[in-house]
């Protein structure tokens, strides 16, 4: 089966007669629609980093003149290999877009030195309609100034996948004679979003999605930055030094103290993270200032109670829930979780963590309206979140004005995805498999289990067109105390193509994890599909095979 969009349906692209022979990659040009400029056709050959004789192809499309009256265009690169499977990959791509990411189908829930391209997919990738690098005199602030024009946000939302797709799929089928037999799409994070997005917008376009740690929620979840960074302020001078890496090393030792025989193995690895919220108490890591060595097991009250209101998720004065809360889980004491959070590596960005420089500026500039538009320094940009108001400001996630027709809520989510059905892209016959690290510090778990939870009240069916896997320790992408290799693709195209579901996947804990004890490296554990965990049955500790999903 394969998936196609009415191209008639946009308005700046004018189709050329259909594909009846092959197009040579040196002639691409040619078979590109009206209104799309093919800037590069390249035949290129294999090299230790891309091991793929294939075509590289790069355009511009939609281009414009925004309302700021600054120039925009949706800029993309199709790599076709000479070794087709018949198999065609939409890459959703991350962060705040803006950038041609390699069009490889490569990253986490596909294994390393495996990507899509190398498995004969056709694969493209965009920048979503904007150019993150237009606005150096923004400073940070630069890379999400393009919410401040309505159009370039709603690119970003939903329309460069919708736009881009056909396009992508029609050079396709111009390069190979015929139209592609499977149509995927993949994406992490914001890219995971995409994938969520695509199924209730274009539930026909995809035969198959795979989206990891999706930010489904993205307006919602930037209101946590700010509820982090006032929370961290409160018991620590400046972010980094809220929180030693020793104090987090604590809570997540804690964590496993608790949790890491529910298993039935004690290995340093939590597998079953969901069973441990019911288990660990963080107050039995506050200071009683007798028994306890403060520097080795425990940590002061105000501290845990910070954790515990971060946990909580944001709220506003009158106790409604603004985003979701969030797992206890080992990935705290992560760099990953760290960077987000607490603390950087970056001299410009004056050591401040994701959340207080990109994650500030992305809620005032593309997730409020009206946007504010941000000076670029470390110092402003924290202040922003410090003085953000849950009662006054949150609500500007779901406004509108007459520049910005639809809120960034009505932009950035699925449609219905408060109360999930799928209807269209179930009756279209496709396929999703969503993962989720349980240590996420930027989506959090917890969000994706409820929307799971309630497309499954919806459809008692579910299960035979949406698949979700917890990833146990994962933070947001590989890391942690988490078996973290593993192949979804692979048994996404199995779903679609033969018509076998998936059940347990094995995952590596890989050798160079050093966030992983060094034990288990090497060792592979089962991945459960939502709601089972993993649990030991005896014998060799080696080997997933000897773990039951239950």
Request: hydrophobic share 40%; glycine share 10%.
């Amino acid at each position: 089966m394969t998936h196609r969009i009415a191209l008639a349906a946009l308005p700046f692209l004018t189709l050329t007669a259909p594909a009846i022979a092959q197009t040579s990659c040196a002639d691409m040009a040619g078979a590109a629609p009206e209104g799309v400029e093919i800037t590069e056709a390249t035949e290129t050959a294999a090299t230790d980093e891309i091991p793929v004789d294939h075509c590289l192809i790069r355009g511009t499309m939609a281009e414009r003149t925004g309302a700021d009256g600054r120039p925009y265009a949706l800029r993309f690169e199709l790599r076709l290999p000479d070794d087709w499977s018949g198999r065609f990959m939409h890459q959703f791509n991350g962060g705040n877009d803006g950038k041609v990411v390699p069009a490889l189908g490569a990253g986490a829930g596909v294994p390393t030195n495996d990507s899509a391209l190398q498995r004969g997919f056709a694969v493209v990738s965009s920048d979503a309609g904007h150019d993150g690098e237009a606005n150096p005199e923004a400073g940070l602030a630069g890379s999400n100034a393009f919410g401040l024009e309505f159009e370039a946000r709603r690119m970003y939302g939903y329309g460069a996948v919708a736009a881009l797709h056909p396009v992508a799929l029609t050079l396709t089928e111009a390069h190979y004679g015929r139209a592609p037999d499977y149509v995927y799409g993949y994406g992490r994070s914001n890219g995971g979003r995409h994938g969520m997005v695509a199924a209730s917008r274009m539930p026909d376009a995809f035969d198959g999605i795979l989206a990891g740690y999706p930010g489904f929620n993205l307006p919602r979840a930037s209101l946590q930055h700010a509820w982090d960074v006032q929370t961290f302020l409160s018991v620590g001078e400046t972010l980094p030094e809220a929180f030693s890496r020793d104090e987090m090393r604590i809570v997540a030792d804690g964590i496993v103290a608790a949790c890491d025989d529910l298993d039935g193995l004690e290995d340093g690895i939590v597998s079953a993270p969901m069973q441990c919220q019911t288990v660990f108490d963080p107050a039995a890591l506050i200071c009683d200032g007798n028994s306890r060595d403060d520097s080795v097991s425990c940590l002061p009250e105000e501290k845990i109670a910070a954790l515990q209101r971060i946990h909580a998720g944001p709220t506003n004065a009158a106790g409604d829930v603004l985003y979701s809360d969030w797992p206890w889980d080992t990935g705290l004491a992560s760099e990953d979780w760290r960077f987000w959070k607490l603390e950087s590596h970056i001299p410009p960005w004056d050591h401040q963590p994701l959340i207080a420089v990109m994650g500030a500026g992305s809620l005032s500039q593309v997730f409020t309206t009206p946007p504010t538009e941000m000076a670029g320094d470390p110092e402003a940009l924290q202040q922003f979140l410090v003085e953000f108001d849950f009662d006054t400001d949150a609500p500007k996630i779901d406004a509108t004005s007459e520049a910005f027709p639809e809120s960034a809520m009505e932009i950035m989510t699925p449609p219905g995805s408060d109360d999930p059905k799928l209807a269209e892209f179930q009756a279209a016959d496709g396929r999703m498999i969503i993962f989720h690290g349980t240590s996420d510090p930027v989506f959090s778990f917890n969000d994706t289990v409820d929307w799971v939870e309630r497309l499954g009240e919806n459809v008692p069916e579910a299960d035979s067109f949406v698949r979700f896997y917890p990833v146990p320790g994962m933070p947001h992408g590989q890391g942690g105390a988490s078996a973290d290799e593993f192949d979804l693709l692979a048994a996404l195209t199995d779903w679609v193509e033969d018509d076998v579901a998936p059940d347990r996947v094995t995952a590596t804990i890989r050798d160079d994890n050093e966030a992983a004890p060094e034990a288990v490296r090497g060792t592979t554990r089962p991945l459960c599909p939502y709601p089972a965990e993993p649990k030991y049955q005896g014998g060799d500790t080696v080997t997933a095979d000897n773990f039951a999903c239950e």
